[in-house]
């Protein structure tokens, strides 16, 4: 019995010696997180919570340790203390929100999506960032769909607006949507008339557009001068002149349109090239 009675005291000295052992781990590891050693921190934390036994700790340290992990770089013990802390019910949306740059800086972009719209769900309050945010990972990821929709929001949202609609423009180019494109670069550039990046990739359509109607001319007056060189027609046939008078008015369409690309982009020496050889049809 005795023997027994010696086991037994030994066994639960042990117990009290792994606890005490944990609480002093956790208080060494909160003045760790204090004085920013966060893989110390880390360390001292996870090594506590590995020991623990049935010493009572505060929910909110799971957050505490996936935040020390996450700042030391720690991405896998990030993810798994921000869980924790969800699975407890505490700082749901920062959790999430955390989650999300441990999984941004793994590459593991559909899942920091997917956090990302998780902290947006459970945020007690409307926060832009994290919708701008998300839609900045979707776009890493090549999610593009929802790239554009969570840009569109961000833009709604007023939240860094000029930079929204920009990387919204780039992402519908990306899928090869060109009307719409071009309409975003145009509510971009009515919004934000100073923001060049929009305002010069919309000159560059501009000048696309303004060059096929240039080659329409062209083509129209080429046409025309075969048949006089091939004695169908000549210079002062009604139908020489109609013809010459067709492709003059596709050069002033695309003078018009061309003025437009060089007020957005002053310096755009393509638009000025196309005015130019415009001008000098027009003017003979």
């Keep these: 019995m005795k023997k027994v009675f010696v086991l037994m005291a030994a066994l639960l000295l042990s117990v009290f010696s792994f606890a005490q052992d944990a609480a002093e781990k956790i208080n060494q590891a909160n003045e760790a997180l204090k004085a920013e050693d966060y893989a110390k921190a880390f360390t001292l934390y996870d090594e506590a919570m590995k020991n623990i036994g049935d010493v009572q700790v505060e929910p909110a340290i799971n957050f505490n340790i996936g935040?020390?992990?996450?700042?030391?770089?720690?991405l896998e013990g990030a993810v798994e203390y921000f869980d924790k802390a969800i699975e407890a019910g505490v700082n749901i949306s920062k959790s999430h929100e955390y989650k999300a740059l441990a999984y941004n800086d793994k590459e593991d972009y559909a899942s920091a999506v997917a956090s990302y719209e998780q902290a947006i769900a459970t945020a007690e309050e409307d926060d832009p960032a994290l919708v701008f945010n998300a839609?900045?990972?979707?776009?890493?990821?090549?999610?593009?769909?929802?790239?554009?929709?969570?840009?569109?929001?961000?833009?709604?949202?007023?939240?860094?607006?000029?930079?929204?609609?920009?990387?919204?423009a780039v992402t519908l180019r990306k899928q090869n949507k060109d009307a719409e494109y071009?309409?975003?670069?145009?509510?971009?550039?009515?919004?934000?008339?100073?923001?060049?990046?929009?305002?010069?990739?919309?000159?560059?359509?501009?000048?696309?557009?303004?060059?096929?109607?240039?080659?329409?001319?062209?083509?129209?007056?080429?046409?025309?001068?075969?048949?006089?060189?091939?004695?169908?027609?000549?210079?002062?046939?009604?139908?020489?002149?109609?013809?010459?008078?067709?492709?003059?008015?596709?050069?002033?369409?695309?003078?018009e349109i061309l003025e437009k690309a060089k007020t957005l982009d002053a310096g755009n020496q393509n638009a000025q090239k196309l005015i130019d050889a415009c001008n000098t049809v027009l003017g003979s």
């Design 67 to 74: 935040f020390a992990a996450y700042k030391s770089n720690n």
């Design 135 to 168: 839609a900045i990972a979707a776009y890493r990821g090549e999610l593009l769909d929802k790239a554009v929709v969570l840009f569109s929001k961000s833009a709604e949202n007023n939240y860094r607006g000029e930079t929204a609609l920009y990387y919204k």
């Design 182 to 255: 071009k309409a975003t670069l145009e509510e971009g550039v009515e919004k934000f008339p100073g923001d060049d990046r929009m305002s010069k990739a919309l000159a560059g359509i501009y000048v696309s557009e303004g060059n096929d109607i240039y080659k329409k001319g062209v083509a129209i007056l080429t046409a025309a001068n075969e048949k006089v060189s091939s004695g169908a027609i000549s210079t002062s046939d009604d139908a020489y002149t109609a013809e010459v008078e067709k492709a003059k008015s596709e050069f002033r369409s695309a003078v």
